[in-house]
């Protein structure tokens, strides 16, 4: 397999994850009492794999200036 395959499906495996986070906070966010701490720790994750996969659309995607 070559580099942007493998490229292709991480971002895949991080695009799944994100949403898969996405989820669980929003259930996280529904049960009383909120555990603030592990909501925090979740939105970071979220927010590391938004960066992730971004930095990876930007390798995957090449510029072109028009």
Do not use: W, Y
């Not at 259930?27 to 925090?40: G, K, N, W």
């Amino acid at each position: 397999m070559d580099e942007k395959a493998l490229l292709r499906r991480k971002l895949v495996n991080l695009r799944t994850e994100h949403r898969d986070l996405d989820d669980a906070i929003a259930r996280l966010a529904e049960a009383h009492p909120v555990d603030q701490l592990q909501m925090q720790r979740m939105k970071k994750r979220k927010l590391a794999l938004k960066d992730e996969i971004a930095r990876l659309d930007d390798i995957l995607t090449p510029d072109i200036i028009a």
